[in-house]
């Protein structure tokens, strides 16, 4: 079975500049979330679709983040601009099942690496 | 809010002897608990979890974990570490009925010779 893919793995972007980032989940996962993964810390949830449905976007800053995934599967994440502080390792996870209450596990990508100069 | 207290930066185990890497966790209600592991430029990979039933949990490459509701912990253990066991640990929690997972800030693990 195929695991998470993402790209880019390592971006590096001056500030103000925009960036994306792709994801692809494992085969039948209805549920995708992104994470931002600062250096020193653990994981935080920016957003989780339930197939293209948005269920919480709460800790997506919205001025200048957005998130789509317009038929199900795929998923692209975008800054635009970016700012120094955004420089993290941003991680796409999928998982099979229904998000609220759901007690399944979450399969996790490799994480894009990205550098704000 | 719920949240996860990993109060070890690191731990540094011989190779062979047993180690314990500890979790505290708040939540509202009733837990769901995860321990994951990631290795250096990887993702975040699943090692186990409490969902409900027995306290003691069984994972992946031998690792187990307790869940103890008067101390609110889920600490991740193994009899005989590996060097190959190296590497940073997440505990997380979920709340019943909730969507969200929220993780501790993670244990690096050091196995050595």
């Known amino acids: 079975e195929a695991g998470v893919a993402q790209s880019p793995r390592y971006k590096i972007i001056e500030k103000r500049q925009s960036v994306a980032f792709w994801c692809n989940p494992i085969?039948?996962?209805?549920?995708l979330y992104w994470y931002q993964q600062i250096l020193g810390q653990g994981p935080k949830l920016l957003i989780q679709?339930?197939?293209?449905?948005?269920?919480?976007d709460s800790q997506l800053p919205k001025d200048r983040f957005s998130a789509e995934r317009l038929k199900g599967v795929d998923s692209t994440l975008k800054i635009q601009p970016a700012k120094l502080e955004d420089s993290a390792v941003y991680l796409c996870?999928?998982?099979?099942?229904?998000?609220?209450?759901?007690?399944?596990?979450?399969?996790f990508g490799p994480g894009t690496r990205l550098t704000v100069t | 809010a719920q949240s996860v207290a990993q109060p070890e930066d690191q731990v540094n185990v011989a190779e062979g002897n047993p180690l314990t890497v500890k979790c505290t966790y708040s939540v509202s209600g009733n837990p769901y608990l995860f321990w994951y592991v990631q290795y250096p430029n990887r993702g975040l990979q699943f090692l186990l979890k409490y969902i409900t039933g027995d306290n003691l949990v069984k994972g992946s490459y031998g690792f187990e974990a307790e869940f103890n509701k008067s101390q609110t912990s889920f600490h991740l253990k193994k009899p005989s570490a590996l060097v190959s066991d190296s590497a940073l640990y997440f505990c997380a929690v979920r709340e019943r009925g909730g969507n969200k997972l929220t993780f501790g800030t993670g244990t690096q693990l050091k196995v050595e010779l």
């Open positions: 085969s039948g996962h209805a549920t």
């Open positions: 996870a999928s998982s099979l099942g229904p998000s609220g209450g759901g007690t399944y596990e979450q399969y």
């Open positions: 679709f339930q197939n293209n449905g948005v269920v919480d």
